[in-house]
């Protein structure tokens, strides 16, 4: 039975809609308002075609601040700190000693000395801590403030409504403002695919914006939106989700103990050119070209079946990986899939078959990810 330590603000709205909260991070989680495909499927798609409002507070927000907050930061993460300039924020990972992920992460730099790292379920925080030991840093773990994700083509025409200069917010960026007169911090980032901003606010004002998001933008098609739409939108996005796309999860057949590399993830692009010393970096370069899997996109041929977790992938005839995530999509007109393969056969356009846990084949091609927006340029645009 999950231990439940953090809750969210927003509870009371969740239940209200339907929601029965379940365990992410410590924190009950509006996971799904109702199970039906109907729901999931229309969820989906408004953040595709419109918008979707979405609680993630349950994300672990840690403050650093003082002179060694930034070499705490650089120590833990593939990311070299000093290029962050104030107001702006990076995508990272962090490894254990033996070079191998242990948790990925937004760095967001708010001043000189100031700094908040954003983490999911890994051991983040407690990288961090050990980092810290003896160092002239304050790190507080800030489960006060809150984060809600608005998402979609039309965030950003709502949210100009109401904070100027929303517009030439960068992709990646941070604007420190106001929204319905409560202090928020607004950061471009998301985990969706689609152009999308986070709302950090206090909990206080957490509800206040949730409900006036909800009412001003449903002329708009903004929707709240439940928590497992992110599966089906990082899918077809290429956004790994630990443990689900890992080892953790899928365990190597020959008993070696859990841990990818960046190199198996697709990603060592994390790594800042040329960065040492951060915590697993000799035993990181000194994996590359050993890939014991590629993490890889699966496409099916002439079906809009969903392909199932868990089920295996052949080639001629042998077993060359397993299907982590899939989505059917009737939006895209395709069925794709996260997949875990052997490095030989995670190459565009090699013929595969999925076997799904019932033993249904289904033809399928390996594809380069992501599937959706393959240029990015959604998800950056400017203006």
Known sequence: MAILWRTSALA?????IGAELEDWNGMGTAWFYDHTPERAKADYEAIRTKAGLMDVSGLKKVHLTGPDAAYVIDRTTTRNVEKIMPGRAVYACMLDTRGLFVDDCVIYRLSVNSWMVVHGTGTGMEQMAAAAAG????M??????HDMSLQGPVAVDFLAEYVPGIRDLAYFGIMQTKLFGCPVMISRTGYTGER???IFCQSKHAVQIWDQILSNGEAMGIRPTQFSTLDMLRIESYLLFYPGDNSETFPFEDGTPAGDSLW?????FTVSPGKEGFVGSENHYAMKGKERFKIYG???SDSMDQMEMFARVHHDGKDVGVITYGLSSELNNYSVAIARLDPSVAVAGTALTVVQPDGTELAATAEE??????????RTAKG
């Open 140 to 145: 507080i773990f800030d489960d006060d403030m």
């Open 298 to 300: 699966v496409k099916l």
């Open 12 to 16: 009371q709205r969740h239940e209200a």
């Open 196 to 198: 999308g901003y986070e």
């Open 264 to 268: 198996e993830l697709g990603l060592e």
């Open 135 to 138: 160092k002239n840093v304050a």
């Open 369 to 378: 990810m992501p599937f959706y927006d393959t240029e990015k340029k959604i």
